[in-house]
């Protein structure tokens, strides 16, 4: 199956600033990938769609100015937590399909944990 | 969005023991997949069944579709401390998933 590294691991940053996390297929050409995020003990919300050469897609109730997606490569796609705030302290997790499979099979990334304070 | 319920939330047992979840959803599906997350962790493919499909196994794993109640479980025979885990199941909408709320299992040595 298809690899996903997510860059950093973790960050801790403070109220204010801008944090920029990584997403990379290491083994295949990704058109599309995933960006959820997770509270603790919670499950994964989708949070956009992020398509190689285009717009995301968001879904509803999440703020496309605050979270910034772009994926200029097939191989990279980028979210970018503006103005972070503690309460977008969380876990932000990737993923991808890999398209020469039949059923959708996701690829996860490791996770990144986000603190701000 | 979330597709559903899982239960039990919680599920503590004995080392050999067989844990078994539940999953619900909501709308008609072409496949549902489960996956697993260790702590802190990305999730985990570990088996997916298609609408077309009653059980299907997959080494100490057993799923189970019931289309027409919308449920689907999860069997893990003889299970082992590194099945210590979060198992979510998830349903496909186009090529979204939708998670479920996910059945945090404990084995303990």
Known sequence: GAVVSQHPSWVICKSGTSVKIECRS?????????????FPKQSLMLMATSNEGS?????????KDKFLINHASLTLSTLTVTSAHPEDSSFYICSTYDWREAFFEQYFGPGTRLTVT | ???????????????????TMNCSYKTSINNLQWYRQNSGRGLVHLILIRSNEREKHSGRLRVTLDTSKKSSSLLITASRAADTASYFCATLNGYKLSFGAGTTVTVRA
């Not at chain 1, 290491?26 to 997770?38: C, I, P």
């Not at chain 1, 717009?55 to 703020?63: F, L, S």
């Open chain 1, 26 to 38: 290491l083994d295949f050409q990704a058109t599309t990938m995933f960006w959820y995020r997770q």
């Open chain 2, 1 to 19: 969005s979330q597709q559903g319920e899982e239960d039990p939330q919680a599920l503590s047992i004995q080392e050999g023991e067989n844990a």
């Open chain 1, 55 to 63: 717009k995301a897609t968001y879904e509803q109730g999440v703020e």
